[in-house]
């Protein structure tokens, strides 16, 4: 059965380091997501993106984050430069239509861990 | 602003028994529900999706019900097994192009052998 894959599974970085989480979505669909979990706190709406621009971001998705589909496979989020805060599980998710009308399929996400 | 919240946050019971997850949402206005298992080190796995136009989804041993108007929705587990222990995650979506999922913190459930 196809799946989104991410990578790395763990990722430690010192405050203020720029870090690049890894996905790579289902190859036949065309939305893409990202979302994040504090440890013990739901999981939040981060981004949308579709036909190679954002098409929603949420308010924590500030200036500090960017995404990009480099190659047409991968799909990535960008944290500039990390705060403690940044600590979560990030989950990257797609499917082929849309949130809208069908359900999403998530990795197994990235543990972010800022010191 | 949307807000979800699950009840109960934890719920233990023996195998075999039928069980019922609660959820609500503040905003009625939602274009669709979806339920969703997360396990330990593994990702969120969607389960059921109803459309606001919908009533209920059936899958195997899961039924999920939505009444938007109240803004609840349940998911009635039968005959439920050890292999169904997770966390249960309820999440909406208001469409109309905004198709970020507003999730609730869960129900752990845990069924004993």
């Known amino acids: 059965e196809p799946e989104v894959t991410q990578t790395p599974s763990h990722q430690v970085t010192q405050m203020g380091q720029e870090v690049i989480l890894r996905c790579v979505p289902i190859?036949?669909?065309?939305?893409f997501y990202w979302y994040r979990q504090i440890l013990g706190q739901k999981v939040e709406f981060l981004v949308s993106?579709?036909?190679?621009?954002?098409?929603?971001k949420s308010e924590i998705f500030d200036d500090q984050f960017s995404v990009e589909r480099p190659d047409g496979s991968n799909f990535t989020l960008k944290i500039r430069s990390t705060k403690l805060e940044d600590s979560a599980m990030y989950f990257c998710?797609?499917?082929?239509?849309?949130?809208?009308?069908?359900?999403?399929?998530f990795g197994s996400g990235t543990q972010l861990s800022v010191l | 602003k949307q807000e979800v919240t699950q009840i109960p946050a934890a719920l233990s019971v023996p195998e075999g028994e039928n069980l019922v997850l609660n959820c609500s949402f503040t905003?009625?206005?939602?274009?669709?529900l979806q339920w969703f298992r997360q396990d330990p080190g593994k990702g969120l796995t969607s389960l059921l999706l109803?459309?606001?136009?919908?009533r209920e989804q059936t899958s195997g041993r899961l039924n999920a019900s939505l009444d938007k108007s109240s803004g609840r929705s349940t998911l009635y587990i039968a005959a439920s097994q050890p292999g169904d222990s997770a966390t249960y995650l309820c999440?909406?979506?208001?469409?109309?192009?905004?198709?970020?999922?507003?999730f609730g913190k869960g129900t752990h459930l845990i069924i004993q052998p």
């Open positions: 999440a909406v979506t208001l469409g109309g192009g905004a198709d970020g999922l507003t």
């Open positions: 190859s036949n669909h065309l939305y």
């Open positions: 905003d009625s206005a939602i274009y669709n």
């Open positions: 998710a797609s499917s082929w239509r849309g949130a809208e009308v069908e359900k999403l399929f």
């Open positions: 993106f579709y036909n190679n621009e954002i098409s929603e």
């Open positions: 109803i459309q606001s136009s919908q």
